[in-house]
């Protein structure tokens, strides 16, 4: 049986080339087709933020996404993952997705920001209006490597085809393209109960009396930005936590001898919640003045100031919501911070910036307005000129923002001048240029590692928790300068929230590389159109034999 179906088969070939093609050619192709490429490509992604404050949503409210990929360029975005490089990302394109409805967006960063400056700053003025529009697309933001750029490179070939002129180009060339089916791993977000944002407070006590007045150093260490988990706030406020550790070290050198204890309690504050309107600093004011009758902040405060984005830039802003009154002890320091920078270092062009609390905004303007809220006298001293500066709030805020030798400078400037206040040594007849802290006594290398360290974690409000690093090591380090270290914590009420942070901020998010529905289609039909020529073939042979 076997020899007469050989025969009949080598009868055919002879006899039909059409018959011979149609056999052997599917065979070859399979042989000498390359490798497949790999089928799936798995990476970390960094959801957009998902919060409610005073009751106001904002940013993305959906985290599930499971749906085929488009770049910005493609006509239809509805339903579809669009995947962009920061390169190509402007405010226009990013509404064009929302618009049409899209599936998800994924924006694609560069692993070094510093080769492209012009769009981090486009960026970065970009990411308040991305938070303000509260959208149901799923908004995360990736870190290219090499497989995600080709995913991109080929879903951009894809996706400008369906420009072309010609639809039986567009049709070939969308039954034959690679697609990728874009999916997250997590569940649906969902409000996080009873979270707990952790401040700390510590103090060295002054010496000489009972009613001894009171200076308070307040400076928020939470980070904040479009995404939690790439928000590593190296200026704001990495370079106000070190400053204040920094401050904390050296008074506590001064405060350890008594020829140089001072009349003064210094209170030092490191407070979270900052970037979502002061919640740390609102509770820990709330315990100290309503529900206790003995506080510093009861007696006698003679002022507070808070450290806000101090790494950078020339200049120093004194932020006030009510110009010092002469003969005060915030306008000896407003007099004696003039008196530093002008003798001692004439490059940092010092002003005071006056704004008055505006209770109808949404947040207060900056940390200072919470004291100022509760008639406590204070300020906030920046290098920046507004609190709109788009700096504060941004995943771009990362460590080479942060000029060690001018955070250095600004720290010693803030230092005499609070050692001219406390010692009262302009009335004492001391000149401008007397230097109270020798550059021996400071360690820049000490401040150095401790920016390194805030700034090589992201400390978003919502990924801080009381048992984190961050927190416990906050506490380490004031606890090796200052006296009765302790801790505060705040939780959002449970009926009327002020605040409510969501989970699911960071996933894994897989690429399958898929065909498009058509293809199958196309494919059903080839193989169709092939068995019924092979069919007809057959049939001819058999009728002439």
């Known amino acids: ?14 006899s039909s080339f059409p018959l011979t093609f149609i056999v052997f050619i599917p065979a070859v192709l399979i042989l ?43 006509e239809v975005l509805s339903r579809r993952c669009v995947i962009m490089r920061l390169v190509d990302f402007s405010y226009e394109r990013y509404q064009k997705a929302l618009r049409q409805s899209a599936g998800a967006v994924v924006i694609i960063l560069p692993k070094n920001m510093s080769t492209m400056p012009q769009d981090i700053v486009q960026f970065m003025e970009l990411e308040p209006e991305m ?54 791993s997590g569940a649906q977000s969902k409000a996080v109960s009873d979270w707990a944002i952790t401040s700390l407070e510590g103090r060295l006590a002054g010496t000489g009396g009972e009613d001894l007045p009171t200076i308070v150093l307040v400076a928020h260490y939470d980070s904040f930005g479009v995404a939690p988990w790439l928000s ?89 919501s009510k110009p010092p009154k002469e003969g005060t002890a915030q306008y000896a320091l407003l007099k004696e911070m003039e008196t530093v920078a002008s003798n001692q270092y004439p490059e ?12 109808a905004d949404d947040t207060l303007a900056w940390e200072h307005e919470r004291f100022g809220i509760r008639r406590l006298p204070a300020f906030t001293l920046s290098h920046l000129n507004s609190h709109r ?34 010692y009262n040594l302009t009335e004492k007849g001391a000149p401008g240029d007397l230097q109270i802290f020798t550059e021996q006594m400071m360690q820049e290398e000490q401040l150095s ?21 961050v927190v ?38 897989n690429a399958y590389r898929v065909k498009p529905a058509i293809f199958d289609l196309l494919l059903a039909f080839c193989i169709a159109a092939y068995l019924g020529v092979i069919y007809l073939h057959m049939e001819m042979y058999l009728l002439r034999h």
């Open 449 to 469: 590692s401790v920016v390194d360290w805030l700034t090589a974690q992201p400390r978003a409000a919502q990924l801080v928790d009381k048992d984190s690093s």
């Open 389 to 422: 500066e788009v700096q504060r709030s941004s995943i771009m805020d990362v460590r080479p923002h942060v000029d060690l030798r001018k955070l250095s400078r600004n720290t010693k400037l803030i230092a005499e001048s609070l050692a001219r206040v406390i």
């Open 32 to 74: 000498v087709s390359p490798l497949p490429a790999e089928a799936a490509h798995e990476f970390t992604v960094y959801r957009m933020q998902q919060y409610d404050l005073q009751g106001q949503p904002y940013g993305t409210r959906n985290a599930i996404l499971n749906t085929e990929a488009r770049t910005v360029e493609a």
């Open 348 to 359: 940092v062009k010092f002003s005071m910036v006056h704004k008055k609390i505006n209770l």
């Open 1 to 14: 049986m076997f020899e007469e179906a050989s025969e009949v088969f080598d009868n055919m070939f002879k």
């Open 131 to 184: 938070l303000a529009t509260e959208t149901v697309v799923p908004v995360y933001f990736a870190l290219e490597d090499d497989e995600l750029l080709s995913i991109y490179t080929q879903t951009l070939t894809s996706s400008s085809s369906q420009g072309s002129s010609s639809a039986a180009e567009v049709l070939i060339h969308t039954a034959t393209a690679n697609g990728f089916q874009m999916v997250t």
């Open 472 to 509: 416990s090591t906050l506490e380490y380090h004031l606890g090796r300068y200052l006296k009765d270290v302790r801790r505060h914590y705040v939780k959002a009420d449970k009926r009327d929230p002020e605040f409510v942070f969501y989970d699911q901020l960071k996933q894994t998010m």
């Open 232 to 320: 590593y706030g190296a200026d704001s406020n990495g370079s106000g936590v070190s400053m204040l550790l920094e401050l904390a070290r050296l008074f506590s050198r001064l405060y350890t001898y008594k020829r140089t204890h001072a009349g003064y309690n210094l209170l030092f504050f490191v407070s979270g919640g900052g970037k979502f309107n002061y919640q740390g600093t609102k509770r820990w004011l709330e315990d100290n003045l309503d529900h206790t009758d003995s506080s510093l902040l009861q007696d006698n405060v003679a002022f507070v100031l808070c450290l806000d984005t101090l790494g950078n830039g020339d200049n120093l802003h004194l932020h006030v």
